[in-house]
């Protein structure tokens, strides 16, 4: 149980990663004037991170409780989800999508979702 909780946490801390990483590969590929694809490149992460980092990070001020902050994660992936298939990186879409199921399934197992 103890090497699935490590599991779990190295797991969602990727995937936090690659949200960022999402929102910035978005950004930069929207069919858009190339002054516009980097303030959004910019502004996608930046976004994220204001609001993970008040609502839905360990140490938030205002730490949403577990189902908002379920619905919340899940919706902020599934953004980024629709964002990159948007954008036509389907292969990444995917590989995102089955990652952040993983993680929940996972995470409902440990009791840390």
Request: avoid cysteine; aromatic fraction near 6%; charged fraction near 10%.
């Amino acid at each position: 149980m103890r090497s699935l909780l490590g599991l779990n946490a190295a797991l969602a801390f990727v995937l936090e990663l690659a949200l960022l990483a999402a929102g910035v590969g978005i950004g930069l590929l929207v069919p858009a004037p190339f002054a516009v694809r980097v303030v959004v490149a910019v502004l996608l992460p930046v976004l994220v991170i204001a609001f993970w980092a008040t609502a839905v990070a360990p140490r938030a001020p205002r730490r949403l409780s577990p189902r908002p902050r379920l619905i919340a994660q899940t919706a902020l992936f599934a953004l980024a989800v629709i964002g990159l298939a948007a954008v036509g990186q389907v292969v990444w879409a995917l590989v995102l999508a089955v990652l952040v199921a993983a993680r929940i399934g996972l995470g409902g197992r440990v009791g840390r979702i």
